[in-house]
């Protein structure tokens, strides 16, 4: 639990996420945080001026984002944690794609209220090995677990973090590896415009591939972000 004089509440808006699912099995995490609710239970849930919100809750639609962001500002929290994702980074190449774009409108949202925070994570799994091949921005639900408790805020004035690391995994053959290189060749072609992709990305998904369309070129930002 919190302790300590100043100690936050600590509530989480979106408890059916998988992210919070996952989070909630760990002791240490349910323990300390014994307030979860949905985005409809949102204006019935009494928030107080000593709350930390974490927002982990997404809609396909922008609006409804806004409301949740919106609302909480006016409830007078003391903090609200949004939590984003590491394919926003593309937002300044395209806006082609629906998820990319949806959260980074919020994620500007968040920062253009005063007492939100950003929390940026990578690809979400229980462990590497579950990431699929090539390089990637990935973000464990340990890590995730951690910061939760022990929050730290090292970017942009103490409102951001980048909770990721890059992990390269291996092709399962070099036909694989191959296709991964022609599908680079083509996202680089396509410039803004890289959803001509998607017929390619439907055959890639059938052939079991799971390192295309924003995915990959999130993670080759970020490869060259972090490496650069």
């Not at 677990?145 to 890059?166: M, N, Q, S, V």
Request: proline share 5%; glycine share 8%; hydrophobic share 40%.
């Amino acid at each position: 639990m919190n302790s300590g004089p100043g100690a936050l509440r600590e509530v989480v808006v979106g408890k059916g996420s998988r992210i919070w699912q996952a989070l909630v099995k760990r002791r240490p995490v349910a323990q300390r945080f014994r307030y979860a609710i949905g985005h409809t239970e949102l204006r019935s849930f009494d928030f107080t001026s000593a709350d930390r919100v974490w927002v982990l809750a997404y809609s396909t639609r922008p609006a409804d984002n806004t409301a949740i962001l919106q609302y909480l500002q006016q409830t007078g929290v003391a903090e609200i944690v949004y939590i984003s994702s590491s394919s926003t980074i593309i937002a300044p190449l395209t806006d082609c794609y629906a998820y990319p774009r949806a959260k980074k409108l919020a994620e500007d949202e968040a920062m253009a209220i005063p007492q939100s925070k950003v929390l940026t994570l990578g690809l979400v799994v229980e462990h590497d090995s579950e990431l699929p091949a090539g390089c990637n921005a990935a973000t464990t639900l340990d890590e995730i677990a951690e910061f939760f408790l022990h929050p730290t805020w090292a970017r942009d004035g103490g409102r951001r973090a980048h909770l990721l690391r890059i992990v390269r995994r291996p092709f399962g053959s070099p036909f694989e590896q191959a296709l991964y290189r022609g599908y680079g060749w083509l996202m680089g072609k396509c410039e803004r415009r890289p959803c001509l992709l998607r017929p390619l990305d439907l055959v890639l998904r059938t052939l079991g591939m799971r390192w295309y369309g924003y995915t990959f070129l999130s993670n080759r930002l970020w490869t060259t972000t972090t490496t650069s």
